[in-house]
C-alpha cells in the first residue's frame, strides 16, 4: 500500500507564507515525479508545480516566482513553499505522486493525497 499525507494547510492574510508537506509511505521502490495539483470550487484541477527526480521543475505562470517545489534527500517528501499569497489561491491543494513499487520502474502509477486546504483572506 501507498499513502501520501499533506499537511500544512491553513489560512492566511495575503502576502503571506504558506509550506505544504506530502509525505508519501508504503512499499516505494522509486518516486519518478512529484507535484501539487490545486482545486478552487467550482474550478478544474489544475497542476501549480512538479519536479522529476533528477530535479527539473516546472511551475504554473500564476505561481511563478512565488511558489517553489522541492525534495527531501529520500525523495519520498515533496514540499512547497507559498510566498506573496493572493486570495485567487485559496484552493484544496492536493500531492500527487507518479513512482514505481518494484525495481521494473518502467511501469509507474500514480497516487493521491486527501488534499489541504489553503485560506487566503484579503
Known amino acids: 500500500q501507498v499513502q501520501l499525507v499533506e499537511s500544512g494547510g491553513g489560512l492566511v492574510q495575503a502576502g503571506g507564507s504558506l509550506r505544504l508537506s506530502c509525505a508519501a509511505s508504503?512499499?516505494?521502490?522509486?518516486?519518478?515525479?512529484m507535484a501539487w495539483y490545486r482545486q478552487a470550487p467550482g474550478k478544474q484541477r489544475e497542476l501549480v508545480a512538479s519536479v522529476r527526480s533528477g530535479g527539473s521543475t516546472k511551475y504554473a505562470d500564476s505561481v511563478k516566482g512565488r511558489f517553489t517545489i522541492s525534495r527531501d534527500n529520500a525523495e519520498n517528501t515533496v514540499f512547497l513553499q507559498l510566498n506573496s499569497l493572493k486570495p485567487e489561491d485559496t484552493a484544496v491543494y492536493y500531492c500527487?505522486?507518479?513512482?514505481?513499487?518494484?525495481?521494473?520502474?518502467?511501469?509507474?502509477?500514480?497516487?493521491w493525497g486527501q488534499g489541504t486546504q489553503v485560506t487566503v483572506s484579503s
Open positions: 508504503g512499499s516505494i521502490f522509486s518516486i519518478n515525479v
Open positions: 500527487n505522486a507518479e513512482l514505481s513499487t518494484t525495481q521494473a520502474s518502467h511501469l509507474t502509477f500514480s497516487y
